[in-house]
């Protein structure tokens, strides 16, 4: 059977159908998904750039996390040292009350048992600043028992910075026990002291503290930024303009009715044929 053969005008007219289908299709797709390069063969250069973008966005929301844990570790941190802040001004309280006992407490059994008991909860004070110290830790890692933090900045790792913690315990605070059951007025003067040291020493680590939490924060905002300008650069690379694409298909629909309509006139030689039978 011989091949159908078709008038030179009707083949034009197939042809540029043909093209203005292959467009409608493209066009409804971008409308369908919103992207006007959804594979590597639509733009190769956009696609791999928007990729690109993407993937670094990715990383750095990995790194984001991570400095979101080590923010909560340093509150986790600084929540502790308040409350040792708070047991140690309770403990110079004792203190302040066994030093206002009369001082020569040898002279006076009762004395001596007043201030025996104040010197037994100054050392209860302590154990509960030993326990606070040991829950102050976030997620395995405890700032106040002398731990340590890593974080990441950037995706490749090269900026960081590390948090080193201390030992938040009464020991190390320098803190010593009561001595002799503050009968001696000088073992209060001596409670006294070293408690006036460790304040002293928690308020030097929680403006270091401060500091590392105030850098950390800056960077996860930076970081929030980047990644909000990486993805607004791929989007920028492989969306579609709504408006466009409506447009467009609004004209290829236009084209395809008239095209439809010249193949008709194309065809009419080809009926009048008919008429001669």
């Known amino acids: 059977m011989s091949a159908i053969s078709l008038t030179s005008g009707m083949r034009q007219n197939l042809f540029s159908l043909q093209q203005t289908n ?10 369908a998904t919103g992207k006007k390069v ?3 063969l639509d733009d ?22 991570q400095m979101g844990e080590a923010i909560q570790t340093i509150k986790a941190a ?22 206002a006992i009369d001082a020569c407490a040898t002279a006076s059994s009762q004395h001596a048992t007043d201030r ?3 010197a037994d909860q100054f050392n209860e004070v302590m154990n509960q600043i030993d326990t606070l110290a040991a829950d102050s830790g976030y997620k395995g890692i405890n700032l106040l028992s002398s731990g340590s933090i890593t974080v990441e900045y950037d995706e490749s790792g090269d900026s960081s910075s590390t948090i080193t913690g201390f030992n938040g315990t ?7 026990d009561n001595t002799n059951a503050w009968v001696a007025q000088s073992d209060v003067t001596a409670a006294i002291a070293d408690l006036d040291t460790a304040r002293d020493t928690l308020r030097t680590k929680t403006q270091t503290l401060t500091t590392s939490l105030s850098t950390i924060t800056t960077r996860e905002d930076f970081t929030t930024k980047m990644i909000n300008t990486l993805e607004d650069g ?9 408006n466009e694409e409506s447009a467009n298909m609004l004209m290829l629909q236009t084209r ?19 008429r001669l039978f």
């Open 22 to 31: 292959s467009m409608m299709d493209k066009t409804a797709s971008r409308l």
């Open 38 to 40: 959804q594979t590597a």
């Open 44 to 65: 190769p250069i956009n696609f791999f750039a928007a990729q690109g973008h993407n993937q670094r966005a990715g990383d750095l929301a990995q790194r984001k996390d």
């Open 78 to 99: 600084n929540n502790g040292i308040e409350a040792i802040t708070d047991l140690i001004a309770s403990a110079k309280s004792l203190a302040n009350s066994a030093s």
């Open 116 to 118: 025996s008991a104040l």
């Open 170 to 176: 009464a020991s190390g605070l320098s803190i010593a």
């Open 234 to 242: 791929a989007t920028a690379l492989t969306n579609a303009d709504m």
């Open 256 to 274: 395809q009715a008239l095209g439809t309509s010249s193949l008709s006139m194309a065809s009419q030689a080809a009926q009048s044929v008919l």
